[in-house]
C-alpha cells in the first residue's frame, strides 16, 4: 500500500512540473504575438519588463494602457492545467479549450449600445445570465453570418454597421478563432444598487489554434482585429436619429427602477438625520428644568402645529 502511495505522489509531483514547464512553453509562444500587437497599439504595456503576468500555471493576465478611442485594455490568457490532473480532466470533459480573452474599456464619448455574437450553443445560457443582452437586445439575424453564431442586437442599424466593419467575415472565417464578442455600455450583472458604474466595453474571446506558424500568424489577425474595431466603433458607427432616440428611451425604461432606488435612499437617509437631530433635541430636553421643559414643550407644540399646516396647504395647492 504505501508503495503504491509512493508510485502516486510520485506520478502527481512529476506532473506537476511537466504540465507546468509545459504551459510555460506555450505562454512564451502566445507572449510573442500578444506583446507584438499591444506594443502597436498601447504606449504602455505590462510592467515594462514583460507583457504577461503569471496568475497561475494556467492563467496569464496583461494590461495596457495610453491608446485613443479608450481607457485601457486587459486579457487572460487561458491554458489548459496541465498540472493539475483534477482541472486537467475537468478541462477535457467540460470541451473546454485554451483561449484568450480581451476587454476593453472605450472612451465614454463612443456610441453606447450592446450588440454580442456568441456559438449557438451559448446563446441561451448568455441570454439568461447576462443582464445587458437580456435586457436591451434581442436575436438577430444577417445573411453573412453563419448559422453555428447567433447575434444579439438592439438594432438592425447597428447589426448591419457592426458587420460593415469586417466582423461578418471574422465570424464565417476558416479559422473560426474570433468565438464570443460583446459590444456593450450596460453591466453583465444586474445592478443592485443605484449608484452602479456604466462603463463602455468591447469583450473578445479569442481561441488559441494550434501552435503552428499559420496558426499564429491567424491569432496575431484575430488580436489586431479587437483593436481595430475600436476605432471602427469610435469612427466608423454613424447610429441613425431614430435608433439613438429608442436607445436612450430603453435605458430611461430600464433605469427607472434604480431612479426610484436612489430617491427611496435619499428620503431614508434625511429621514435618519431628522430623527438624529430629534434625539438629540428630547436628550437635551431631558436636562432642563421643569419650566424650561414646559416653554420647550410649549414652543415645540407651535413649531409642529405650523409643520402640520404647511403640509395641509400643499395637499390643497
Not at 486579457?75 to 486537467?88: E, K, N, V, Y
Not at 449557438?120 to 453564431?149: G, L
Not at 438592425?156 to 461578418?168: A, E, F, K, P, V
Not at 444586474?190 to 503552428?212: G, N, Q
Amino acid at each position: 500500500m504505501e508503495a503504491l502511495m509512493l508510485v502516486i505522489v510520485a506520478g502527481l509531483v512529476a506532473n506537476y512540473f511537466y504540465g507546468s514547464r509545459k504551459n510555460a512553453e506555450l505562454a512564451n509562444i502566445w507572449e510573442k504575438p500578444i506583446a507584438t500587437v499591444l506594443q502597436a497599439n498601447f504606449s504602455a504595456v505590462g510592467d515594462g519588463r514583460q507583457v504577461l503576468e503569471r496568475d497561475s500555471a494556467a492563467d496569464l493576465l496583461f494590461y495596457a494602457s495610453g491608446r485613443r478611442h479608450c481607457k485601457y485594455a486587459q486579457g487572460h490568457l487561458m491554458l489548459t492545467a496541465r498540472q493539475d490532473p483534477i482541472a486537467l480532466l475537468n478541462d477535457l470533459t467540460a470541451n473546454n479549450h485554451e483561449k484568450l480573452e480581451v476587454e476593453v474599456t472605450l472612451n465614454d464619448n463612443l456610441p453606447g449600445f450592446v450588440f454580442a455574437a456568441v456559438p449557438r450553443k451559448r446563446s441561451k445560457a448568455v441570454n439568461r445570465d447576462r443582464y445587458d443582452v437580456s435586457t436591451f437586445a434581442k436575436i438577430a439575424t444577417h445573411d453573412n453570418v453563419p448559422a453555428s453564431i447567433v447575434l444579439f442586437s438592439e438594432s438592425s442599424d447597428i447589426t448591419n454597421q457592426l458587420l460593415d466593419s469586417g466582423l461578418d467575415k471574422m465570424l464565417a472565417g476558416e479559422s473560426g478563432l474570433l468565438e464570443e464578442i460583446y459590444v456593450t455600455d450596460s453591466p453583465a450583472e444586474k445592478p443592485e444598487t443605484h449608484d452602479f458604474k456604466r462603463e463602455k466595453r468591447l469583450l473578445v474571446t479569442i481561441r488559441l489554434p494550434a501552435s503552428t506558424a499559420a496558426g499564429i500568424q491567424s491569432f496575431r489577425e484575430a488580436l489586431e482585429f479587437v483593436f481595430y474595431m475600436v476605432d471602427y466603433i469610435a469612427e466608423g458607427i454613424n447610429l441613425r436619429a431614430e435608433t439613438t432616440k429608442k436607445l436612450g428611451k430603453a435605458r430611461d425604461e430600464a433605469f427607472k427602477e434604480f431612479a426610484r432606488m436612489a430617491e427611496q435612499e435619499k428620503q431614508e437617509a434625511l429621514a435618519k438625520i431628522l430623527a438624529d437631530k430629534r434625539r438629540a433635541e428630547l436628550d437635551e430636553v431631558d436636562k432642563m428644568s421643569p419650566e424650561q421643559r414646559r416653554k420647550w414643550e410649549e414652543k415645540d407644540r407651535k413649531k409642529q402645529l405650523k409643520k402640520e399646516q404647511g403640509k395641509r396647504t400643499r395637499r390643497v395647492k
